[in-house]
């Protein structure tokens, strides 16, 4: 039995993209080696965080010391499982970066009827495929130039394993969501690129505008630019959307 390292585990709803709303089991793993600028979740960096926060419905907090092994894990989502749960969302940091782990679990929440919904950067195709086939469900971002997830010299490796991931997951028959997010003078002609990459590829194709809480308002894309952005989208693939965080809106975590 495998043990790894969680930031937190808690019930919440979904706070992004299509699947919004849906109520989800979340397991935060530790550790991600990202650096994109407008990170929300920095306190799930650390690849070795000696605490794991289980919360209860917002209320009660309760702390377990890490690692943690799948059995664990599993029994901390059987304590916060509530009738409306629509799946158990495997999110960070950076679940890749703990893959045997997080496939480990996966299989066990599948033998228990689970659905399960990945949110990754795709920064590993290699680690993505090995999990693949437990998942129904997969986030999957593209990460662009000035977000400063990794190095100028990087960026290309980084992009061409989030566009096999996305292929990997539309493969396998996974509902596949493909996120971007967009700042203020995002440019076009590079998510032109990203949604000529992408054609033919059935994939919800999401517009995320940075959220104004964390980065301030000089980053945002005001309107004309998001309707310009759909546009474009629009000219390679059939399901594009402009959605924000809803988490500031609910007030929750
Ligand atoms: S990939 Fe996610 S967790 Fe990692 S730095 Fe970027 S926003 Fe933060």
Do not use: W
């Amino acid at each position: 039995m495998k043990k790894g390292y969680i930031a937190e585990i808690f019930s919440s709803f979904q706070g992004e993209g299509p699947y919004a709303g849906r109520r989800q089991i979340f397991i935060r793993f530790a550790g991600c080696p990202l650096s994109c600028f407008y990170c929300d979740t920095s306190y799930a960096r650390d690849p070795r965080p000696k605490l794991c926060n289980i919360l209860f419905l917002g209320k009660e907090t309760s702390i377990k010391r890490n690692p943690l092994s799948t059995n664990e894990v599993i029994d901390y989502v059987r304590e916060l499982l509530t009738p409306d749960v629509h799946s158990i969302c495997y999110t960070g940091g950076e679940p890749l970066f703990s893959p045997a782990f997080v496939k480990e679990i996966a299989i066990e929440a599948k033998k228990m009827q689970f659905k399960n919904f990945i949110e990754t950067s795709g920064n590993s195709a290699i680690d993505f495929k090995s999990l693949a086939d437990y998942f129904d469900f997969a986030s999957i971002d593209i990460k662009l130039r000035n977000h400063r997830a990794v190095k100028e010299k990087d960026y290309d490796k980084l992009y061409s394993n989030e566009l096999e991931c996305i292929r990997i997951a539309v493969g396998r028959g996974i509902e596949t969501v493909v996120k971007v997010i967009v700042l203020k003078n995002t440019p076009v002609g590079e998510i032109e690129g990203i949604c000529k990459d992408l054609a033919g590829l059935d994939v919800k194709f999401v517009l995320q505008p940075v959220t104004e809480h964390l980065q301030g308002a000089d980053v945002v894309p005001g309107i004309k630019e998001l309707f310009e952005l759909s546009e474009v989208a629009g000219l390679y693939l059939h399901h594009i959307m402009v959605i924000p965080q809803l988490h500031k809106f609910l007030g929750i975590h």
